[in-house]
Every structure is written in structure tokens, then in C-alpha cells.
């Protein structure tokens, strides 16, 4: 359970750590992240000895291809983020990861024809309610949450597909990003733009950090996912835009009006109605296969005692 609630409270108190960055713009922002997530997630493997996941995955180009789609769309995930934080749009991305389980539920029907039980269509039409409501306090879309959704819901989607581990995935997909992210930074080294190293030491140790408050909660939340169950794991899911959407609230003191706050309530009533059809539906699981163990049981018992009556009964069918 610590695990658990170590890796999504980090990911959930991550926009503390974004404008320390500051005057660092988004973009090398990012690009330090995938240079120094790959330098802490390779010492990781090389620590746990985890290389035999490599020669598999060159030899499978379509697996190669599955981790570039993850790298490019994690990309602009991450880049939307650290955008969205330091431009005073905490409570907007917090919104991107409430309504992500919504999103991904949706692309299961569209993209692989998934059939939805009723509360399920319940909690999806209340969250499509809830975007429109925003929409209309924004003035716009909330572009920033559902870019957000999006993205972390097709690289979801996409590593389900690669079925690799957690800490070996990044390490493939910074890998992928690493050559390009060098490049920018060598470049805005050449045009006198970068601040690692211009900004004095503690700067250049916050953005050489980017890559393990990257790794660390990955970390916390494989270790979570082998010893928490399931179901409250996809509890503690909401514990990230919870933290987000209070410290942009309280401690960003960022603008709250009335059409958010309906348009956040009808979020936060869809996931609860979401919450409660899989605690419903995996209690029901949990019966049912204790009932069938108990039917196979009693099978089990029964069945050498109508064999020995039978045994039993040979000798005197045989004496008549």
C-alpha cells in the first residue's frame, strides 16, 4: 500500500517541483528529462542486471514500432505538463488525469469494441457533460486536459499492446528521445539560450534531477502493482489529481468559478459512479468463483465415495 501511495503522491505533488526549473522554458525542461531519465533508468537496469528484455525487442520491429508510437506520444504528454504547470494551468492538467479513466474506457469501445456495462455508459455520458460544462467556463475547450487524456490514454493503450515492464519500457522509449533531446540541447548550448550550467550549480542539479523524479515513482509503483490488489490500486489512481487540483487551488491560488466547479463535480460524480460499478463488478468475480471452488470441492469429496460404493458393490453383482 506505501508503494502505491508513494508513486501517485509523487506524481500527484510533481507541479511543486516544475517552476523550481524556472527560467528554464518547457521545451529544454523536457528535453532534460528524457536525457536524464534514460542516464537514471539504464543505471537502474544496470544495478538489477535487466538486459535480456533488449535482444527481443530488436528483433521485433513491431514492438520497435509500438515504442516509438509510446515515446512520441509520451513526449507531448510530458511537454503539455510541464507547459501547463509553469504557465499557471495546475487545475486544468489535474483535470487531464480525472477524466483519463473516462477517455481510456471510450477508446476501448471506438478502438477495440469493448462493450460497456450500464453504468459504465452512464459515467462516460457524465463526463462528456462535464468537458461541455468546462468548455463553456473556459470559454474554450479545456484543450490542456484533453490533450492530456488523450495522450496518457494512447500510451496506456500502446503499452498494454508492447507488454513489457515498466522501468524497461522507459528505458526504450528515452531511448528513443534521447538523440533528439541531446541535439536541442547541444543547439541552445550554441546559441547562448541554455541555463544548465548558466544558472549556477543548484539549477543544473534541479534539471540533471528531472530524470529521477521521473523514475522514482515508476519505481514505487511497480513494486505497488506485484503487492496491492487491483482494485485499489485503481483507487489510489485518483490521489495524483487530487494533490494536483489542490495545490492548484490552495497553494497556486489559481481562479475557481462557478462553471468549474460544476463542471469538476460532474467529473468527480462520473468517476465515482465509474469506482463503484468495478468494486461491484469485482465483488461479484470474487463470489462467483468462490461458489464454483466450493462446487469443485464438493465434487471432489463426492466422487471417491461414489467410487468406493461402486467398488463395493462389485463383489455382490458378481456372486449373483
Known amino acids: 500500500m506505501l508503494y502505491g501511495i508513494g508513486a501517485y503522491g509523487m506524481w500527484g505533488l510533481v507541479p511543486l517541483f516544475w517552476p523550481l526549473l524556472k527560467p528554464a522554458g518547457a521545451v529544454e525542461i523536457l528535453a532534460h528529462r528524457m536525457v536524464w531519465s534514460l542516464a537514471v533508468v539504464g543505471l537502474a537496469l544496470l544495478v538489477l542486471r ?37 504557465t499557471g494551468r495546475v487545475v486544468e492538467a489535474s483535470l487531464g488525469y480525472f477524466i483519463n479513466p473516462l477517455v481510456t474506457i471510450a477508446m476501448g469501445v471506438v478502438l477495440l469494441k469493448e462493450r460497456l456495462r450500464p453504468a459504465q455508459w452512464a459515467a462516460v455520458g457524465i463526463g462528456f457533460a462535464a468537458v461541455l460544462v468546462l468548455a463553456v467556463g473556459y470559454g474554450q475547450p479545456p484543450w490542456i486536459s484533453l490533450t492530456l487524456a488523450l495522450t496518457f490514454a494512447t500510451y496506456g493503450l500502446v503499452k498494454k499492446k508492447v507488454n513489457i515492464g515498466g522501468l524497461e519500457s522507459l528505458a526504450a522509449e528515452t531511448a528513443i528521445q534521447f538523440l533528439p533531446a541531446l541535439g536541442y540541447l547541444l543547439w541552445l548550448g550554441t546559441q547562448s539560450s541554455a541555463t544548465f550550467g548558466a544558472e549556477g550549480a543548484g539549477h543544473a542539479a534541479l534539471l540533471a534531477a528531472t530524470g529521477l523524479v521521473t523514475a522514482a515513482p515508476l519505481v514505487c509503483f511497480g513494486a505497488a502493482a506485484i503487492r496491492v490488489p487491483l482494485s485499489t490500486l485503481g483507487l489510489l489512481q485518483y490521489l495524483a489529481p487530487v494533490f494536483q487540483f489542490l495545490l492548484g487551488v490552495v497553494y497556486f491560488h489559481e481562479a475557481m468559478p462557478a462553471e468549474r466547479w460544476a463542471g469538476f463535480s460532474l467529473v468527480w460524480l462520473a468517476l465515482t459512479l465509474l469506482t463503484w460499478d468495478a468494486l461491484r463488478t469485482a465483488r461479484r468475480g470474487r463470489t462467483e468463483a468462490a ?20 467398488e463395493a458393490q462389485a463383489p455382490e453383482v458378481e456372486a449373483r
Not at 535482444?55 to 513526449?75: D, H, N
Not at 461458489?291 to 461402486?310: C, M, Y
Open 50 to 86: 535487466r538486459w535480456g528484455w533488449v535482444r527481443e525487442l530488436l528483433r521485433s520491429p513491431a514492438k520497435l514500432g509500438l515504442i516509438a508510437l509510446a515515446a512520441a506520444v509520451i513526449t507531448v504528454n510530458w511537454g503539455v505538463y510541464i507547459w501547463a504547470v509553469n
Open 291 to 310: 461458489r464454483l471452488a466450493a462446487e469443485a470441492a464438493t465434487v471432489d469429496a463426492v466422487k471417491p465415495r461414489a467410487e468406493a460404493q461402486t
